[in-house]
């Protein structure tokens, strides 16, 4: 599996978002403790704030919360509004893994990977924060 830097930076964004005590954050805070540019990072928030994940208000009291609850945001939501490619690639390295282009490993590797793509992509928000209590 291959995530786009996109799909990491809003992992990061959401797990970090879910794993403190505050409620709202600041975009300049959230980009200088993440290590993420804040033009990338705000182009992340507008996506997310689209599919009504977070949102996002501007001003001196704004800042950006989550709309949803946390058990209701799976990984595979984020990777859903930051993906735009199938992320199930070749462990070869051939592009995207196909039955009718098969590599050598295909057929041993395909059981295992798609158990854990389906386990890592099940994950909620509120799964990642309890794990990291």
Not at 4 to 31: G, H, N, P, V, W
Not at 87 to 95: K, L, W
Not at 97 to 118: G, I, R, Y
Request: proline residues 2%; charged residues 25%; hydrophobic residues 35%.
């Amino acid at each position: 599996m291959h995530l786009s830097k996109t799909s990491k930076y809003a992992i990061k964004l959401l797990t970090y978002m879910a794993t403190q005590d505050a409620e709202m954050f600041k975009s300049k805070e959230l980009c200088e403790t993440l290590d993420i540019p804040y033009k990338y990072l705000s182009a992340i928030i507008t996506n997310l704030s689209k599919a009504g994940i977070i949102s996002s208000s501007k001003g001196r009291n704004g800042g950006i919360t989550f709309t949803k609850d946390l058990s209701e945001v799976t990984l595979q939501d984020i990777t859903d509004i930051t993906e735009s490619t199938d992320i199930h690639q070749c462990i070869m390295g051939f592009g995207k893994c196909k039955e009718s282009d098969k590599c050598l490993l295909h057929d041993s590797w395909k059981a295992p990977k798609e158990s854990v793509v389906n386990d890592f992509l099940s994950q909620t928000l509120q799964d990642i924060k309890n794990n990291a209590s």
